[in-house]
């Protein structure tokens, strides 16, 4: 039954789904801080943005998301070395797939993937907020936006990090 | 201090053994193993208690698989061990006999890799460090991600991956312990269920079941037991690495091959256009137009050119995947590395049938693991 919804959802036109983003956009805006994360770890709403939580060695420079303390990747510095930092989500699309097969239970396929340098350094892939890639290229400005994430049927509705074409 | 294969004395692959690669059944994994094993003693033309040591490459059987198995060999009280490196596990089975005879540890040790699919996650899914992918990204769609990315610096098109599938199908279909046996035209492949950008099914390998067999054996060995010099073929070098933080944005695959495949072809003392053979891991077929470029047999965009004009065809200028690769000849994970080098031991002795490279001399094995790992092996024919 969930699958039946969630394939609904994606197959729907594409006026449907920009219409659909702003009604429930509409709604978040007016009760930002009631937002529920699917992962609260990772990402952090902040008014019409999201950012990504990350982090910096402050021995090599390295800047890595996602944030973790066991070590950092290129110098192994740990401890006070590793300090927190929000990444901002704007950048450039480097990548993208349409995934027309996939056995994961929380997503219908076709769905796309896309990769993304940050302007904050890091390159990140993470599922983007276009239903088809049909006005994506490599090279687009693409940001991050909190996205209604798909639930099971009664769930209440939770927001995860998808990315999106930069309004030009 | 780390030292290449070539400080040792040689090590030669002197028996091959295979059960054949084939969807997930019922059939116990003791009985793949069990045939591959015999295979290989029999090619060799030795028997069971000249084996002095076993590296068992599994990544899916379950804890202490290996004892259990080959008991059934007569049990001579050998050292037995599991191998779990991912996709590369086999080829580090091998690599760790290698290096075990070459060193003087053993005379004769069996490189093993057996394995049955099973459904349980990755470790690197338990790390307690969690991504934004939300589990939406296998392995098909991390290397679409990288094939938009070649077809937007290169210029290439859905056909110039899809010919890979052709040209390994192709392979396969003459390869009795193939998974896969059936040639596909570019039409087949093209309009194929599509899977994920670029890549339709059948640029996919199939993940299933079979065994891998290889002994090796010392020139001491090889005198005392009478073993066939003119079918030893020589391990010329061994290369294995990890993946270090790379550039951002670059294909971390293919610089981890690219080293690799560098280390493994300087200890060896060739040219990458020296080699005749060449099996590397074409889990997806974008992948072999990556690593063939990492490799040093084509120049950066260069490959898909190559490959349409005939360069990676048996007879062509080097063999690639003569077996049928991961895409055809299949990718049960543990046995994969060591059936590498079961398939460039025999187009090295000239034993291959319809699928042999005339003249073929030198050979590569190239595996990656998830990880990522990487192992490279260069063999070679004296005579």
């Known amino acids: 039954m969930q699958a039946t919804v969630a394939t609904a959802r994606c197959g729907a036109t594409s006026t449907e789904h920009v219409t659909a983003v702003r009604r429930i956009g509409g709604i978040v805006n007016e009760a930002s801080d009631k937002r529920e994360l699917s992962h609260p770890d990772l990402y952090v ?45 704007d950048g450039t699309l480097s990548s993208f797939a349409t995934v027309y097969m996939h056995q994961a239970k929380n997503i219908a396929a076709p769905f796309v993937i896309g990769e993304v340098e940050l302007d904050a350094g890091p390159t990140v892939r993470a599922t983007m907020v276009e239903a088809n890639d049909a006005a994506l290229a490599v090279g687009v400005r693409v940001a991050g936006r909190l996205h209604p994430a798909p639930a099971a049927d009664g769930a209440a509705a939770k927001f995860e990090l998808r990315f999106a074409k930069a309004a030009s | 201090m780390s030292a290449p294969l070539s400080k040792f ?17 019922e059939t116990p994994y003791p009985v793949l193993g069990l045939a591959a094993v015999r295979e290989a003693l029999a090619d060799a033309r030795i028997e069971w208690p000249a084996v002095e040591s076993v590296y068992h490459g ?68 338990q790390t307690g460090i969690r991504g934004i992918e939300g589990g939406r990204i296998a392995p098909f769609t991390h290397f679409a991600l990288l094939a938009q990315r070649y077809i937007e610096r290169h210029g290439a098109t859905p056909e110039d991956f899809a010919r890979v599938a052709v040209k ?35 640029q996919c390998c199939p993940v299933g079941e079979g065994a891998a067999a290889v002994i090796v054996a010392s020139e001491d060995a090889i005198a005392r037991l009478g073993i066939d010099r003119k079918r030893c073929v020589r ?34 003392g060739i040219a990458p256009r020296d080699l005749d053979v060449i099996e590397l891991h074409d889990a997806f077929t974008v992948e072999e ?52 080098i079961a398939e460039v031991t025999r187009q090295l002795r000239g034993e291959a049938g319809v699928r042999q490279h005339d003249g073929a001399k030198l050979g590569l094995a190239h595996m990656v693991g998830v990880g990522a790992v990487c192992v490279v092996h260069v063999l070679g024919h004296e005579t």
């Open chain 2, 9 to 25: 004395r040689p090590a030669y692959v002197v028996g091959i053994g295979l059960h054949r690669y084939q969807h997930m059944s």
């Open chain 2, 58 to 125: 599994t990544a899916l059987l379950g804890m202490a698989s290996t004892r259990v198995m080959l008991r059934h060999l007569g049990g001579t009280g050998i050292p037995m061990q599991q191998v779990e490196n991912a996709s590369a596990s086999g080829s580090t089975a091998f690599r760790l006999a290698a290096y075990e005879v070459a060193t003087g540890v053993a005379d004769v040790a069996l490189a093993l890799g057996v394995d049955k699919p099973s459904a349980r996650p990755l470790a690197g899914s």
């Open chain 2, 289 to 340: 137009i990556f690593y063939l470029e990492a490799m040093g047999i084509a120049s950066p965009g260069e490959a898909p050119a190559m490959l349409r004009d005939g360069a990676f065809d048996i007879g062509g200028d080097v063999a690639v995947s003569a077996s049928g690769g991961l895409l055809a000849m299949g990718h049960p994970i543990g046995p994969t590395g060591v059936g590498q």
């Open chain 2, 168 to 202: 390994n199908h192709g392979n396969g279909a003459h390869n009795k312990y193939a998974q896969r046996q059936q040639a596909r035209s570019l039409v087949d492949v093209l309009n194929d269920p599509p899977i994920s950008g670029p890549l339709t099914r059948l």
């Open chain 2, 235 to 268: 391990v010329l070098s061994s290369a294995q690495r990890t993946e270090v933080v790379y550039a951002e944005s670059s294909n971390f695959d293919a610089e981890l091959t690219r080293q690799t495949t560098a280390q493994a072809i300087a200890d060896a």
């Open chain 1, 45 to 89: 709403g902040r008014g019409d943005t999201v950012e990504l939580l990350g982090m910096r060695c402050s021995a090599c420079g390295h800047v890595a998301f996602p944030r973790q303390r066991y070590g950092c990747e290129k110098c192994g510095a740990t401890g006070a070395a590793l300090v927190d930092v929000d990444l901002a989500t």
